[in-house]
């Protein structure tokens, strides 16, 4: 099994990408974050950030299990890892995030340039918000040399681009 990650800031294409791809067969796992915040109507606290980490890392695990040759990920537990170090200064989920990213095959870096930022309700912080989230996560997959690739411009850019990677 091959893992696909998507990362990246707020509104920066990861879910839109992942629904293009499972519309065409790809197999897919969605953030769990999201799901999560929208099923409690509220974003999390610090002390439920590792379970949001760990069953995002499961669903991956489950995906991979069931034979596909790769799985696309909307996300990882890096970034709820990185939302628990910029919100509140936690870096106790890091250790577990980056041992789980570097068994992906192929991480794919969203940026915010080409896309605007779009508001929808409390689950979104702002531009400035995933400006610093970006450069955040920007600088810890250098600081842990964790390669990726990068997407940027407009949607059918970015799926254009994706589908390249993903060809080999």
Request: glycine share 6%.
């Amino acid at each position: 099994m091959t893992c696909i990650a998507l990362l990246g800031a707020e509104c920066t294409g990861k879910s839109t990408l992942t629904q293009a791809l499972a519309a065409r067969g790809e197999v897919t796992v969605s953030e769990y974050l999201r799901e999560w915040c929208l099923r409690e109507g509220r974003t999390p606290r610090r002390e439920e950030q590792a379970a949001i980490a760990q069953e995002q890392q499961r669903r991956i695990d489950a995906a991979a299990a069931s034979g596909a040759p790769r799985v696309i990920a909307d996300t990882t537990a890096l970034m709820t890892a990185l939302y628990s170090r910029h919100y509140f200064k936690d870096d106790s989920l890091l250790p577990f995030a980056l041992q789980a990213q570097r068994r992906c095959a192929l991480t794919v870096l969203c940026c915010p340039e080409g896309l605007p930022w779009q508001s929808d309700g409390f689950l979104r912080d702002g531009e400035a918000t995933r400006l610093r989230i970006h450069a955040e996560l920007q600088q810890l997959l250098d600081r842990e040399g964790l390669a990726y690739d990068v997407l940027n411009g407009n949607f059918a850019a970015r799926l254009e681009r994706l589908d390249r990677l993903l060809a080999g």
